[in-house]
């Protein structure tokens, strides 16, 4: 499995305006819910109960919200690059500008594991994340994640 079987190139925002952490978790459920189906108030409801276990900003100003949600068939992804970062209450507390949203199917236990964190090594290259960062079109933004990590494997 590789990024690009769970983030479509319409899956990317390029210069998300949200200007706190539970906004742009409402913009990123309602851009999930265009692509899966899914209601936007059951996904944004996961990734709260997700957050109030413990932040998704990894630090680095990174952010991998993610959670387990019936009904879907696969595992999907959103990313959003912000315009401005967010505090997003990361472990370095530190803001966020480069979130991954990560949804999978209630039983995909390894698959969402080996999926987040083929996600968390992507965002730990520093490279990659300043390419992200100075990228203000979404068909760059996906070709980085996607190529990048087809040539990594």
């Known amino acids: ?47 709260l109960e997700r957050e109030r276990l413990g932040t998704t900003g990894v630090g ?9 949600l019936g009904g879907l068939k696969r595992l999907w992804g959103v990313f959003a690059r912000l315009e401005k ?16 949203l990560l949804l999978a199917p209630e039983g995909a236990g390894a698959d969402h594991l080996k999926a987040l964190a083929k996600v968390s090594r992507l965002l730990r290259d520093r490279r990659i994340c300043e390419k992200l960062r100075g990228s203000e079109k979404s068909d760059a933004l ?11 494997a």
């Open 1 to 47: 499995m590789e990024l690009v079987d769970i983030l479509v190139p319409n899956g990317v925002v390029a210069n998300s305006r949200a200007t706190s952490k539970k906004q742009i978790l409402q913009d990123l459920a309602r851009k999930a819910a265009e692509l899966t189906g899914a209601e936007e108030r059951a996904i944004f409801d996961v990734l």
């Open 60 to 68: 680095n100003g990174i952010a991998i919200p993610h959670g387990k």
């Open 85 to 100: 970062p967010v505090d997003f209450e990361a472990i370095d507390e530190q803001p966020v500008d480069l979130v991954f």
């Open 142 to 152: 996906y070709a980085l994640i996607t190529e990048h990590t087809a040539n990594a």
